[in-house]
């Protein structure tokens, strides 16, 4: 019976462990097959694809947490089944009574904490990679509104414009009449507030995500490392409209955006916008 118990402790042990290993694989790579660059796409349940140097160090964190959360579930596991199989009723009819013992506690004690220093160091380090700006290239005001953006270039004569949903453009929920347009390759602070209540400036593709409060003026950045659209949406409860509020930017080579900004200097000149601005140009 012993033997029968020990041989059906080992199966299911190896049946939990191929289970776990194939669902954490899958969590750290299955994802992205879904992903497309820069917006949600269907079934998609990973991080999106990364587009700036601050995203790839989030993915990095994310993995690196999703081997070690299936590492120790692994281990948990077989002490579970080992203590399940080895130390039941029948397999030990005459348990033991033997109580603290020093090196185990000891080392669920340091092991912990070895862990969590593990965890706690390039978290922190990617945590000042988001919150130290680096000199910019460009700056962009974004102002929160209920409920649409308004974006505003201080270093490229000083026009703004607004940003909001367009019914009748793709992807649904996330296209915008005006985009923001921004150079690849380039350091983009981005200067966030609000106009009226608390919103937040949310780009999952460049790991950015910082609150919009009125009076107060904050700052982050992204530097965009591949050309083409990406979207965001205000991820803070803002009011009715607060799902219909999308964010888009459009990251152009340095050519198209001197071109962009030149247009947008005459569009923007008798504070119209309701023009499309756009580095592909109007659309019908």
């Not at 004690?109 to 862990?115: C, D, F, G």
């Not at 209920?146 to 949903?165: I, R, T, V």
């Not at 602070?189 to 003026?217: E, M, N, S, W, Y």
């Amino acid at each position: 019976m012993r033997m029968s118990m020990s041989r059906v402790g080992r199966q299911l042990l190896g049946l939990a462990t191929i289970a776990l290993v194939a669902t954490g694989i899958t969590l750290v790579t299955g994802g992205t097959a879904f992903a497309e660059l820069g917006q949600p796409a269907p079934w998609e349940w990973h991080l999106q694809g990364s587009g700036s140097p601050v995203m790839d160090n989030i993915v990095s964190f994310h993995n690196f947490l999703s081997y070690l959360i299936i590492a120790i579930t692994l281990f948990v596991l077989a002490l579970l089944v080992i203590v399940v199989v080895k130390f039941n009723a029948r397999a030990n009819p005459v348990p033991s009574r033997t109580t603290h013992n020093t090196l185990i506690e000891v080392v669920w004690t340091l092991v912990p904490v070895l862990i969590l220093v593990g965890i706690a160091v390039p978290s922190f380090r990617l945590l000042f990679l988001e919150l130290d700006v680096p000199k910019a290239d460009l700056t962009i005001k974004a102002t929160g509104k209920q409920w649409y953006w308004s974006y505003a270039y201080p270093d490229n004569g000083k026009f703004e414009f607004d940003s909001l949903m367009a019914q009748d453009k793709q992807p649904r929920l996330l296209g915008v009449d005006n985009e923001m347009v921004v150079p690849v390759n380039k350091v983009i602070r981005v200067q966030v507030t609000g106009a009226d209540v608390i919103h937040a400036f949310a780009l999952p593709a460049f790991g950015v995500k910082i609150d919009a409060i009125p009076g107060r003026l904050n700052e982050t950045w992204f530097k965009a490392t591949k050309t083409g659209m990406f979207y965001g949406q205000c991820s803070e409860l803002c009011g009715k409209d607060h799902a219909f509020m999308p964010i888009a930017i459009r990251v152009v080579n340095d050519q198209e955006f001197a071109s962009w900004v030149e247009s947008a200097k005459k569009k923007y000149a008798s504070g119209d916008t309701s023009t499309f601005a756009s580095a592909a140009g109007p659309t019908q």
